[in-house]
């Protein structure tokens, strides 16, 4: 059995909404698309997405099947509107101090792999001889990935991660 974490399309930024409202822009469909033909992903798979409008968009240009909505993989609680030029920099220090906000209106990261770690723990007992795909986030799929194998957060790896992206990790 296989994870393969899919982070979201292109977000179509609209700065007068919180990131977890943003929609996946159109003109990113093409990667979708060209993700859903590389061979990346499992032909035969249960799909799951978070919430995020985004997420959910990509999880229905991924698949024609059917894909669950699992509220737990929504991505970093970022609730503020305020646009943070060093953006990068931010989530680097919410990496650094995990349990406490990085910004006004930002959740702890320790929260954010509870949630994250608890939803897909629950998701491989239910599914345990099957591969899942689970769309969603990059800064969610970074802190997952660390629970699940026992290393540090790749943080390298989240800075380079396209929209799409897939992060395969074995069970």
Do not use: N
Not at 48 to 75: I, N, R, W
Not at 77 to 100: G, L, N, P
């Amino acid at each position: 059995m296989t994870l393969h974490l899919v982070r979201h399309g292109r977000s179509l930024i609209d700065r007068a909404l919180p990131a977890h409202r943003w929609e996946l822009d159109p003109a990113g469909f093409d990667d979708v698309w060209a993700l859903r033909e590389s061979a990346r992903l499992p032909s035969v798979a249960q799909w799951f997405t978070s919430p995020e409008p985004k997420a959910m968009q990509t999880a229905q240009l991924l698949t024609d099947g059917e894909v669950a909505v699992v509220p737990g993989l929504q991505e970093h609680r970022r609730d503020s509107t305020t646009w943070h030029e060093d953006f990068v920099a931010v989530v680097r220090r919410a990496f650094a101090e995990s349990d406490q906000s990085a910004a006004p209106g930002w959740e702890p990261l320790t929260a954010c792999r509870q949630r994250v770690t608890g939803a897909a723990e629950g998701l491989r007992e239910l599914h345990p001889d099957r591969d899942l795909v689970l769309v969603g986030h990059g800064t969610a799929w970074t802190v997952l990935v660390a629970a699940l194998t026992g290393e540090p957060p790749d943080l390298d790896r989240w800075e380079t991660l396209a929209m799409p992206d897939v992060i395969a990790v074995p069970a």
